[in-house]
């Protein structure tokens, strides 16, 4: 038998499109988003009195670090170039006003100091919230049952003045209290600190997605939720004002989070604002994509690095998550 026989049509010339995929080499010429390692931040998570490290079994590869594994974790990120990280801290005890986060000898400052002490050339950002430090597990303090706004202002500010006496680098607003960002920028300011970037997580929506770091920083509520204070996931206005109303209290950099459920809202951040623009890729999109990779069901590597892409091409000049550092040292697989 001999080839089939190939039909041609006579077509008018049309774009040849496929030109320039034909090789790594003319791909890589034409390729229009990059993820530098530099723009990713790590989180870490650090527990009191830990000593050594915890795994968290939601989050396979992520672990609860005791003091001395930060300190060597913090060397190993900023041999890795990483751009940042960002510390969460799990108090040894919990209180209703959540008293241990604004404490300077707390596990958060501490951390700070020893971040800075084992890779100096690191930046660090605190995450600033009260729900881990709160023994109901809500980002403020309650009156009559609800998350009292303006009660929990002062002390947010006070945990951020904790936060950057230790040397934090950035601290990072994530209770989503209205007027929280100038509450912070005072007390900063009032401290001597008028040097301290704010890095708002202004357009924070209340997501399904943050299911394991409520496991990871034993921060969900005991009763009720945050639908209260967080963001409608149908929402995308609303986060444009949240956004211009956290620029206008002085912040310096804002955040879109989850990520991947919230490209549109990244990219109208990018073209809307001069700020610079981050995306938090939370802890709910890494299981699901470890999650699947442990069935083998996924390549674990390219879906990581094509979702970091996504979050670049929407705009976002940094992304904060947990694949930074494994995304670092293997890189993006492109040739
Ligand atoms: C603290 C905070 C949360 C996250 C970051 N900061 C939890 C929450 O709001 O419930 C979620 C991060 C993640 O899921 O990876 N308020």
Same mark, same amino acid.
């Given at each position: 038998m001999g080839e089939a026989p190939t039909a041609t049509l006579a077509l008018p010339p049309f774009a040849r499109l496929r030109r320039t995929r034909r090789h790594a080499g003319l791909r890589g010429l034409a390729r229009e $988003?990059?993820?530098?390692?530099s723009t990713l931040v790590q989180p870490l998570f650090v527990q009191e009195g830990l000593s050594g490290r915890t795994p968290i079994p939601s989050m396979p590869g992520i672990d609860r670090l005791g003091l001395d594994a930060l300190a060597a974790e913090a060397q190993d990120l900023q041999r890795a170039d990483l751009g940042a990280v960002m510390l969460?801290?799990?108090?040894?005890?919990?209180d209703a006003q959540g008293s241990a986060a604004r404490d300077p000898d707390g596990i958060v400052p501490r951390a700070?100091?020893?971040?800075?002490?084992?890779? =100096?050339?690191?930046p660090v950002i605190a995450d600033t919230c009260l729900c881990a430090y709160t023994d109901h597990g809500h980002c403020g303090i309650l009156r009559r049952g609800a998350v009292h706004n303006d009660a929990t202002l002062a002390l947010l500010a006070q945990a951020a003045v904790a936060q950057a006496q230790a040397g934090a680098d950035i601290v990072a607003p994530s209770a989503m209290m209205d007027g929280q960002v100038l509450?912070?920028?005072?007390?900063?300011?009032?401290?001597?600190?008028?040097? $301290?970037?704010? !890095?708002?997580?202004s357009a924070k929506y209340a997501s399904a997605f943050y299911g394991p770091f409520r496991d990871a920083a034993a921060s969900g509520p005991v009763a009720g939720d945050r639908r209260g204070?967080?963001?409608? =996931?149908?929402?995308?206005?609303?986060? !444009?004002?949240?956004?211009e109303c956290d620029i206008a209290e002085g912040s310096? !950099?804002?955040?879109?989070? =989850?990520?991947?459920?919230?490209?549109?809202?990244i990219r109208e951040a990018r073209d809307r604002f001069d700020v610079p623009v981050g995306a938090y890729q939370v802890s709910g999109e890494y299981a699901m994509v470890k999650a699947a990779a442990e069935k083998g069901w996924i390549d674990e590597r390219r879906v990581v690095a094509e979702s970091?892409?996504?979050?670049r091409r929407a705009g976002a000049d940094f992304t904060i998550t947990y694949h930074a550092k494994r995304f670092a040292q293997l890189g993006d697989g492109q040739p």
């Amino acid at each position: 038998m001999g080839e089939a026989p190939t039909a041609t049509l006579a077509l008018p010339p049309f774009a040849r499109l496929r030109r320039t995929r034909r090789h790594a080499g003319l791909r890589g010429l034409a390729r229009e $988003t990059h993820v530098a390692s530099s723009t990713l931040v790590q989180p870490l998570f650090v527990q009191e009195g830990l000593s050594g490290r915890t795994p968290i079994p939601s989050m396979p590869g992520i672990d609860r670090l005791g003091l001395d594994a930060l300190a060597a974790e913090a060397q190993d990120l900023q041999r890795a170039d990483l751009g940042a990280v960002m510390l969460f801290g799990i108090p040894a005890g919990k209180d209703a006003q959540g008293s241990a986060a604004r404490d300077p000898d707390g596990i958060v400052p501490r951390a700070i100091q020893r971040v800075r002490d084992a890779a =100096p050339g690191l930046p660090v950002i605190a995450d600033t919230c009260l729900c881990a430090y709160t023994d109901h597990g809500h980002c403020g303090i309650l009156r009559r049952g609800a998350v009292h706004n303006d009660a929990t202002l002062a002390l947010l500010a006070q945990a951020a003045v904790a936060q950057a006496q230790a040397g934090a680098d950035i601290v990072a607003p994530s209770a989503m209290m209205d007027g929280q960002v100038l509450a912070i920028r005072a007390g900063l300011d009032a401290a001597g600190f008028q040097e $301290t970037p704010i !890095m708002a997580y202004s357009a924070k929506y209340a997501s399904a997605f943050y299911g394991p770091f409520r496991d990871a920083a034993a921060s969900g509520p005991v009763a009720g939720d945050r639908r209260g204070h967080q963001m409608d =996931p149908a929402n995308v206005r609303e986060a !444009m004002r949240e956004i211009e109303c956290d620029i206008a209290e002085g912040s310096d !950099m804002v955040l879109v989070k =989850p990520a991947l459920p919230c490209l549109d809202v990244i990219r109208e951040a990018r073209d809307r604002f001069d700020v610079p623009v981050g995306a938090y890729q939370v802890s709910g999109e890494y299981a699901m994509v470890k999650a699947a990779a442990e069935k083998g069901w996924i390549d674990e590597r390219r879906v990581v690095a094509e979702s970091l892409l996504a979050i670049r091409r929407a705009g976002a000049d940094f992304t904060i998550t947990y694949h930074a550092k494994r995304f670092a040292q293997l890189g993006d697989g492109q040739p």
